[in-house]
């Protein structure tokens, strides 16, 4: 990627440093997962545990500075693509703000924890990102590349889009009104848009130059190694489609490139 001397954005709030080392068990994990997702607080509800989630791998300090710009860089390069097509619809866009810890954080939607991921919280309007996740790409997920750390931020940025758009809050209405099933169905929809929405960015990423050749290849290996059935397989052996919440390899990377294809968010009705 051609990122260095590019516009870093301001729109970052920095609590390196200040996260706890607490460790959180499998339940745990999933129950703040839940909550994050649904906006609601159950930090209260998770406890220490004697099953530990392995933690971040540590990053050497000049790595973390380079990862904390290239970040900016994207974050920034979001806010143009956004800010772009809000004007072009009479719109004023409010972008998100990036929150960049280590470890454990709080969220206007509970406890945040790095064995989460990167993820986007609505109540507060802000991305969470754990910049040690780009080690976790490449030893666990086999997904490395500055441009498949570039796509899992689009993909975030993405979900404040649907905020902002109020397909958020009408999907959460919805899933708390039908049944599990039917509500994994719904939040794949909505992960599926999200990754169709960060490849209307990585359509312009590549009109700007940002990408270079192989980048989207790498974009391409991020968003396939995200995939449900990739990830239960992985961890388990098996898959359970009825438990998927962000969809398939193979539908994660074609919504990735409908977006990228088209550079048009009208292209990205996943609904």
């Not at 991921?117 to 991305?127: A, I, L, Q, S, T």
């Not at 509500?183 to 700007?208: H, R």
């Amino acid at each position: 990627m051609r990122w260095r001397g590019r516009r870093e954005s301001t729109n970052v709030e920095d609590r390196r440093g200040l996260g706890g080392g607490k460790k959180t068990g499998i339940l745990g994990i999933i129950i703040l997962l839940i909550g994050a997702y649904y906006g609601v607080d159950l930090s209260s509800l998770v406890g220490t545990s004697d099953v530990d989630i392995p933690q971040s791998s540590p990053l050497a300090s000049q790595e973390e500075q380079e990862l904390n710009s290239l970040s900016r860089v994207v974050l920034a390069d979001t806010e143009t693509v956004w800010g772009n097509y809000f004007s072009r619809h009479q719109q004023h866009y409010q972008p998100p703000v990036m929150v960049l810890y280590n470890g454990v954080t709080h969220t206007a939607c509970g406890t945040g924890q790095s064995a989460m991921g990167p993820f986007y919280c609505p109540n507060d309007r802000k991305v969470y990102l754990d910049l040690s996740f780009y080690q976790d790409m490449k030893t666990t997920l086999g997904a490395g590349g500055e441009a498949a750390f570039a796509y899992v931020i689009a993909h975030e940025v993405g979900h404040h889009i649907q905020n902002l758009l109020g397909i958020l809050p009408k999907v959460h209405q919805l899933q708390g009104q039908t049944s599990r099933t039917q509500a994994n169905q719904l939040s794949v929809k909505v992960e599926l848009q999200a990754d169709c929405f960060a490849g209307v960015w990585a359509y312009q990423a590549t009109q700007t130059g940002l990408f270079e050749t192989g980048d989207i290849e790498n974009a391409f290996n991020a968003a396939e190694a995200v995939g449900d059935d990739r990830l239960q397989k992985r961890s388990q052996g098996y898959v359970v489609p009825d438990s998927f919440t962000h969809g398939t390899a193979a539908q994660r990377l074609h919504w990735f490139k409908r977006g990228l294809n088209s550079g048009d968010p009208n292209q990205c009705h996943t609904f």
